[in-house]
């Protein structure tokens, strides 16, 4: 506890301790027969404090002879059975008593005045010339479109500013504050918001002395906050990369003993884009179906209305343990890809409405026309799991299930007449409906210039961690440019990243590890009626991690 105050810039305590005899109507100390008689108790609890830098603080109260909570003193030569020990306790240099307390004797006497002399003696160090504080505003996740105030505080700094980022690896805006008393203010300006221009991930930290003392993140500046369409139940797009921010809009799961779920982001797997969400799950069966889950979103109030649709669709990429992959709606209406999940490649999988049946009555399916969430949970099976078990037929799973492009669709009836018995519709591609598909044209053949050629403008080693940041100048006929990395000089290149705006010109890495080096090139692209340009890689930058 002391290390991890220390830690935080907090004072441990140890409050109101004291020693309470409860039983045979009685709620305090015993005149006789108390079970710490000799144990030497107020000693070794100070004394065990001060040696690990917490203090300990008592008031008490003593009522009369039969309702005390500390031992005292009759006469010169005679007290409670304890009053010997608390009187060394009193004598204890560790220890400081308040004056007027009447426990050394009656009125004035010297023994109060030498425990007067003895608390002024004391002087309190360590914590109080440390530079310490918080940040109160602004919040995570908040929009800033206008001039506004930050508010932190702080104690024992010389220097306290606001330092606020478009992005993690971005030049950070200086907001001055004025101070009053310990209670800091910064105000941003019309100019500092133009220098950090429009992002979702804006970050503002407290700095005082140097020393980070808070932050907030995923701040929205000069811009509103990214929201889901209607109709769509997720992409995975709108996290920026961040686990964190999908787990808080995901929430927490919903477990039997010894099983858990999250959701996460996967780069390496997904059906577009730059992510698809990993269903992770553990489940452990002791001889009766277990379950976790209870992973998903809740939508906006002018986007449950999905009448107009027909079906579910979305991307799903299983790990072959079949187990019964539930997918629900409105809590109460549920699909199961148990089947499917059995195997391990990657199909669409359309769910009409008429299949999420309601738990208890399988003739009753899920209106369409209000659906306010949807979950994922997975619940065990015992018999189609194939991989180890103990004597009792008891095992531990855990699996991960990815999906992508989440979405209400609205299909052909003859698409929804290809329902299997499980009700899905299993595809390789996308079902799209046929009274919505456009008329085929055969346009003229469309020549796609490359782009020119990227220029990269540093390659250069975070402080910390172990990443490389990768900067070059923007090619304005580019749709968005491609990022290949290769460690060591036999190594083979491969596609780290791509970037689908001209307008994002640099790239952080992962953690990499030291003493390696590292090759860079990008090289832009550009997109047009269907078809893709490249134009040539940029001259290899190399970093060796320290």
């Not at 929430?251 to 780069?267: P, R, T």
């Not at 306010?372 to 008891?394: H, I, L, M, P, R």
Request: proline share 3%; net charge positive; charged share 25%.
């Amino acid at each position: 506890m002391a290390s991890l105050a220390e830690k935080k810039g907090k004072i441990p305590a140890i409050a109101e301790a004291g020693i309470r005899v409860t039983g045979a109507g009685k709620d305090s100390l015993m005149v006789s027969g108390n079970p710490t008689k000799g144990k030497d108790w107020y000693n070794k609890l100070v004394n065990t404090a001060s040696a690990h830098k917490i203090p300990y603080f008592l008031l008490w109260a003593n009522f009369g002879e039969g309702n005390f909570f500390v031992p005292y003193k009759v006469s010169d030569t005679q007290g409670q059975e304890m009053i010997n020990e608390f009187i060394d306790f009193y004598n204890n240099e560790k220890s400081i008593f308040g004056n007027g307390t009447n426990f050394y004797a009656a009125g004035d006497s010297a023994a109060a005045e030498g425990a007067v002399g003895k608390a002024a003696s004391v002087t309190l160090s360590g914590y109080s010339t440390e530079v310490n504080g918080y940040m109160i505003s602004p919040k995570n996740y908040e929009v800033i479109k206008q001039p506004r105030d930050f508010k932190g505080y702080v104690t024992n700094a010389e220097k306290v500013e606001f330092q606020v980022k478009a992005k993690e690896d971005a030049e950070a805006v200086v907001v001055p504050t004025q101070k009053e008393g310990n209670l800091y203010t910064a105000s941003l300006t019309q100019e500092m918001l133009d220098k950090v221009g429009k992002t979702s991930t804006g970050i503002v930290t407290l700095v005082a002395d140097g020393k980070e003392l808070g932050s907030a993140k995923f701040i929205n500046f000069n811009k509103d906050v990214d929201v889901l369409t209607k109709g769509m139940f997720d992409n995975f797009e709108y996290y920026y990369g961040n686990d964190a921010l999908l787990q808080s809009k995901y929430g927490a799961h919903n477990s039997a003993a010894n099983c858990n779920s999250s959701f996460s982001l996967n780069s390496a797997e997904k059906a577009e884009g730059d992510y698809s969400g990993a269903f992770n799950y553990t489940l452990s069966y002791k001889g009766s179906e277990v379950w976790t889950g209870g992973l998903g979103r809740v939508f906006d109030a002018d986007k449950t209305d999905l009448s107009e649709y027909n079906a579910v669709s979305m991307w799903v990429k299983p790990d072959g343990n079949g187990q019964k992959m539930v997918v629900q709606i409105n809590d109460d209406y549920e699909a199961y890809l148990t089947d499917f999940v059995k195997g391990t490649k990657a199909q669409y999988v359309t769910i009409p409405f008429t299949s999420f049946k309601k738990k208890g009555d399988n003739t009753v399916s899920v209106d369409p026309k209000s659906i306010t969430n949807f979950k994922f949970w997975c619940n065990s099976v015992s018999e189609n799991y194939t991989g180890q078990k103990d004597a009792d037929g008891n095992y531990t799973v855990s699996g991960t299930i990815l999906f992508d492009d989440i979405k209400a669709v609205k299909i052909s009836d003859a698409d929804l007449a290809k329902v299997d018995a499980n009700g899905l519709i299993i595809t390789d591609k996308a079902i799209v409906d046929s009274e919505e598909k456009p008329p085929v044209v055969t346009p003229d053949p469309v020549k796609v210039t490359a782009p020119k050629k990227v220029s990269i403008t540093s390659a250069k080693q975070k402080a910390k961690p172990k990443k490389v940041v990768v900067k070059w100048k923007k090619v304005s006929d580019a749709t968005g440019y491609k990022v290949y990395m290769k460690t060591g000089k036999n190594g083979k290149y491969k596609l780290v990243k791509t970037l689908k705006k001209n307008s994002k010109v640099s790239y952080t890495t992962g953690k990499l590890k030291s003493k390696k080096t590292y090759y860079f090139k990008v090289r832009a692209y550009k997109k047009a009626s269907g078809k893709t340009a490249y134009g040539k890689y940029s001259k290899v930058k190399k970093v060796t991690v320290k």
